[in-house]
Each structure stands twice: as C-alpha cells, then as structure tokens.
Nanobody, 114 residues
Framework: QVQLVESGGGLVQAGGSLRLSCAAS????????MGWYRQAPGSQRELVAS???????NYTDSVKGRFTISRDNRKNTVYLQMNSLKPEDTAIYYC????????WGQGTQVTVSS
C-alpha cells in the first residue's frame, strides 16, 4: 500500500519560514506530477504547488514568490520551502500525486501567528 508521510510543520511567526517534506512509498515516483495541498478550517482542500517529472513547477497565485516546491527522486521525496509566511497560510498541508490521487496521509499542521 502506498504511503505518503508529511513532516516539517509547526508554529511560526508571520514572516518566518518552514520546510515541509513528503516521503512517498510509490513505485516510479519520478514519473509522476506531485503536489502540495492545504486545507484550512472550514475550507476545501486546495492545490498550492505542483512539480512535474521534469521538475517544472506551478503555484497558486497566493503563494507565488514565497513558496518553492522541489523533489528528490532518489529519495522519493517532495519538499515545500515556505518563506514569508502569513497567518492565512495556516492549514494542514498534504502531498499527493496530482492525477489519480493516492490515499491521503495525515498531513502536517502549519500555524502562522500574527
């Protein structure tokens, strides 16, 4: 069974940084577009960043210039570097395959205080 294990969240002040990691026990990991999603209380889960097999990236407008997604195919891991964090970034962050989503992991909580 494929597992997605997110880590790296925490409590940070506005303007601070965090680096999230997601380890995926997924065969042929390097072939898939992977994404970071987030879900704030009372809101739907949204895709904030994605990275293709060739490492081209896309970001939702609200995080452009602040977040950077990357991947290490040798480690089956995808990362999200988050800088200049804002209180509205507070959410549970998840990673998943963008097409044909896998079973969701537990996510990692990011809380940004003002």
């Amino acid at each position: 069974q494929v597992q997605l294990v997110e880590s790296g969240g925490g409590l940070v002040q506005a303007g601070g940084s965090l680096r999230l990691s997601c380890a995926a026990s997924l065969s042929l990991f390097s072939f898939y577009t992977m994404g970071w999603y987030r879900q704030a209380p009372g809101s739907q889960r949204e895709l904030v960043a994605s990275i293709r097999s060739g490492s081209s990236t896309n970001y939702t407008d609200s995080v452009k210039g602040r977040f950077t997604i990357s991947r290490d195919n040798r480690k089956n891991t995808v990362y999200l570097q988050m800088n200049s964090l804002k209180p509205e970034d507070t959410a549970i962050y998840y990673c998943n395959r963008v097409r044909q989503a896998l079973t969701w992991g537990q996510g990692t909580q990011v809380t940004v205080s003002s």
